[in-house]
Nanobody, 128 residues
Framework: EVQLQASGGGLVQAGGSLRLSCAAS????????IGWFRQAPGKERERVSCISSSDGSTYYADSVKGRFTISSDNAKNTVYLQMNSLNADDTAIYYC?????????????????????WGQGTLVTVSS
């Protein structure tokens, strides 16, 4: 059974940092993408970032470029999202998801094709 366990959310002041973790287990594919999504109250779900397992290529939404960094520890099957310079607009429930990867077009395109598993959300609250 594939499981994604997201953790690391919490309450932080504006300008602060948090690191989210997504621990994956139960799958055997060598080519996949793991992405972070977020959904704020009253807003649509937003794709934040993703990383490809095959070459480590990444994607960032414009809203987080330069502030968030995604990385992976393949030995631990864990993907991290380091979030710096947080602001109130980053307040949301953050979800990790595992889906398709596209070697040529990247993880973002791959995840648009198919997401197969979702982790539970972890709440990030940024106080201003």
């Amino acid at each position: 059974e594939v499981q994604l366990q997201a953790s690391g959310g919490g309450l932080v002041q504006a300008g602060g940092s948090l690191r989210l973790s997504c621990a994956a287990s139960g799958f055997t594919s060598d080519d996949y993408a793991i992405g972070w999504f977020r959904q704020a109250p009253g807003k649509e779900r937003e794709r934040v970032s993703c990383i490809s397992s095959s070459d480590g290529s990444t994607y960032y939404a414009d809203s987080v470029k330069g502030r968030f960094t995604i990385s992976s520890d393949n030995a631990k099957n864990t993907v991290y999202l380091q979030m710096n310079s947080l602001n109130a607009d980053d307040t949301a429930i953050y979800y990790c998801a595992l889906g398709d990867n596209d070697v040529e077009a990247g993880c973002d395109y791959g995840l648009r094709l198919g997401i197969h598993y979702w982790g539970q959300g972890t709440l990030v609250t940024v106080s201003s």
